[in-house]
């Protein structure tokens, strides 16, 4: 949640516990920091998301049919996220533009990173981008934010 400042503390508990009792985490937080956080977490992914599904069609007819024929886990996940609404997302990627613009660049400066480890064929880097990534998701398995069970627990 992020509050105002004027908003009692009363109402804040009592808007918590009503997401609590749906089952929801709360946290409070302002709205600069809320912005900060969901720039990395959902923002920057739906642009990726969108921009893999716009590379994927790009393609010539044949290529795309086999494409979509072919979609491997990866890529089907990544149409789920660019499924999202379109006018939602043109709203946040408007009202929070600078954030999201910050996001882009350090995301485009790791890939360069990336793609230089790849054309130098250089394992080590390659092995320290995925081993840190691997360490990365244990994180967000052990934080409870997901499961480490074979399809991530999904049928």
Do not use: C
């Not at 109402?11 to 409070?28: A, Q, R, Y």
């Not at 024929?69 to 997302?89: C, K, V």
């Not at 790791?110 to 320290?128: C, G, R, T, V």
């Amino acid at each position: 949640l992020s509050p105002e400042p004027n908003i009692k503390k009363t109402d804040i508990k009592k808007v918590s516990e009503l997401w609590e009792s749906l089952g929801s985490k709360v946290k409070i937080m302002s709205v600069s920091e809320h912005d900060q956080i969901l720039s990395l977490t959902s923002h920057l992914p739906h642009v990726i998301a969108y921009n893999i599904v716009k590379t994927s069609m790009s393609n010539e007819e044949k290529v795309k049919n086999d494409i979509v024929r072919y979609s491997a886990g990866g890529l089907r996940d990544f149409t789920r996220i660019a499924a999202s609404n379109p006018i939602m997302w043109k709203d946040i990627f408007i009202d929070n533009s600078e954030l999201i613009i910050h996001a882009i660049d350090n995301f485009t400066k790791n890939l360069s990173e990336f793609k230089n480890a790849i054309k130098e064929k250089n394992s080590k880097k390659l092995l320290e981008i995925f081993e840190k990534s691997k360490e990365f998701r244990e994180l967000i398995i052990k934080a409870g934010q997901d499961t480490d069970k074979p399809d991530f627990g999904r049928k």
